[in-house]
């Protein structure tokens, strides 16, 4: 029940935003007149924002009003909120008041979207530590104040201007930002529920990333997380291109880097098959099926929020836009747009050498500097005016390839165990020892890209399966005794934790 959550809320000290529940048309209206428009209405006990939208005037709010009756008894008429930052706060507690703050995550797209439908990023790049630390507070303290045990998500709304914000909502269930936030950290957050729901405690189980430490911390990350939504709007002729607060999207993609550059490029190259990153080639391809202009305009495109507002966004760039004006337009925050606007400007250099030869009078450093950028070998050969096969050759001559990072919730203060890894460009060593050390091809960016290459199979005594030359040879087996189960070391269970 919305009203029993925002008094709660409002008993300890916080804010929730202007809201009103309503059972009937008539008193949804007489709360959008006192609220003031434009309000967002909501239909009461749904998920995935089922039945729920802006209404700028009282036509719209009739509409949406219909839609929101039809699908639950109570419509909730909110303050629009509309360009306030969207954040998250993944926390844990158990029955014993430990609580800790998993994941932090921050949405690319302002309020106005769902989260579901919008660019997140984790952690948290725009907010100042005073921001950070405060709404960490605020979120344990909410957590513990409705004696929730288990997972929680805490969403806030957060003017950029000011440092006020506002409680959206807070699900003591896992939901798909905490299955992001899991991915992210590394943290197994299901896992970690599901124990506490039997009883058990956060000191008591162990951190399945360093194997030596207790589930009881709060993961410091050195890396970027992005995640990007799927959606396949050109499918269906008749669905609202334009997105808003209901789901649309069909699935999504994470990527992990060392910089936000770099992970939201390899995310946008894993969205779409035909991008090869933030690149106006996707959005001029596509933009008569998918996009939300139908005079294909690209200020109505990045205004009206669509599959291919990103895209939208980077042909803006080419055609002349500054960050300022596009942050008028989107309500992105300007640090968002600064990387990427960087991005748009390496590529603009590329394609000003105009030939390979051009890039290699550049030099690796520079070639080094586009790749931490995120770029892919064919994006940089489309600048250049050459082939992603003979971009790869000269990198390869260089020796510019990718490091083998890990997975590291702790920072490097305790070694991680955890087989989780990535690569990036941004760094001078790997992390784990390669399986083994051999002459690469030029088209792979790391030994692990050979593990199962030419050669292992005969190399492996394991693989030596018999032939018809060589014969069958028989086992002498009894009931008892089985080759297979003999053949299978039993791990040794863990030391106790030292907890002194």
């Known amino acids: 029940d919305r009203d029993v959550f925002k008094a709660g809320v409002e008993s300890i000290g916080e804010q929730c935003a202007l809201s009103a529940c309503a059972d009937t048309v008539e008193d949804a209206k007489k709360a959008a007149k006192e609220i003031g428009f434009p309000v967002l209405v909501r239909a009461a006990f749904a998920l995935g924002g089922l039945g729920s939208g802006f209404a700028s005037n009282e036509e719209e709010l009739d509409v949406l009003l219909e839609r929101a009756f039809a699908n639950s008894s109570q419509v909730i008429i909110d303050e629009c909120l509309k360009g306030w930052k969207e954040l998250e706060y993944e926390v844990m507690r158990d029955s014993k008041d430990n609580c800790l703050v998993v994941c ?42 409705f004696g929730i045990v288990g997972e929680a998500n805490i969403q806030y709304a957060l003017d950029p201007y000011s440092k006020r914000y506002r409680i959206v909502e807070v699900n003591a269930r896992l939901s798909r930002s905490s299955a992001l936030a899991s991915k992210a950290t590394g943290y197994p957050l299901a896992y970690v529920a599901a124990k506490i729901a039997l009883g058990h405690d956060l000191i008591s189980l162990r951190n399945l990333v360093t194997r030596c430490t207790t589930a009881c911390f709060e993961p410091s990350l050195d890396y970027c997380v992005v995640k990007i939504p799927r959606w396949d709007i050109d499918k269906f002729p008749t669905v609202e291109r334009t997105l808003g607060t209901q789901m649309k999207s069909v699935g999504e993609v994470m990527s992990i880097a060392r910089s936000f550059p770099e992970a939201i490029q390899k995310a946008l190259r894993m969205v779409n098959e035909g991008s090869v990153g933030f690149d106006e080639s996707w959005y001029l391809r596509a933009r008569t099926s998918a996009g939300t202009s139908k005079e294909n305009n690209v200020e109505e495109e990045m205004r009206c929020a669509g599959p291919l507002r990103l895209w939208a966004i980077a042909h803006a760039f080419n055609t002349g836009y500054s960050v300022e ?14 990387k990427l606007f960087s991005v748009h400007q390496a590529r603009k250099r590329m394609e000003s050498m105009g030939s390979l030869s051009a890039l290699k009078e550049a030099g690796p450093e520079f070639l080094l500097r586009v790749k931490q950028l995120g770029f892919c070998d064919r994006q940089i050969g489309k600048a250049v005016k050459d082939t992603d096969l003979a971009v790869m050759q000269l990198r390869a001559g260089w020796n510019v390839r990718p490091c083998v990072k890990q997975v590291d919730t702790l920072a490097a203060e305790f070694p991680a165990q955890t087989n989780y890894l990535y690569l990036t460009y941004v760094g001078s060593q790997n992390d784990v020892v390669p399986l083994r050390t ?30 018809k030359k060589s014969g069958v040879q028989r086992v002498q087996t009894s009931p008892s005794f089985s080759p297979r189960k003999s053949a299978i070391k039993t791990e040794e269970p863990p030391p106790p934790l030292d907890l002194n």
């Open 325 to 338: 004006k596009v942050h008028e337009i989107t309500r992105i925050d300007r640090w968002f747009l600064g």
């Open 104 to 145: 932090n995550m921050e949405n690319l797209d302002p309020m106005g979207i769902h989260t579901g439908e919008s660019i997140v990023v984790a952690p948290s790049q725009t907010l100042s530590n005073d921001e950070y630390h405060h709404l960490r507070a605020v979120a344990i303290k909410v957590i513990r104040h």
């Open 438 to 467: 051999e002459k690469l091809a030029a088209h792979k960016d790391s030994l692990y890209d050979t593990a199962f290459g030419k050669g292992r199979l005969q190399e492996e005594s394991g693989f030596n399966l018999p032939t």
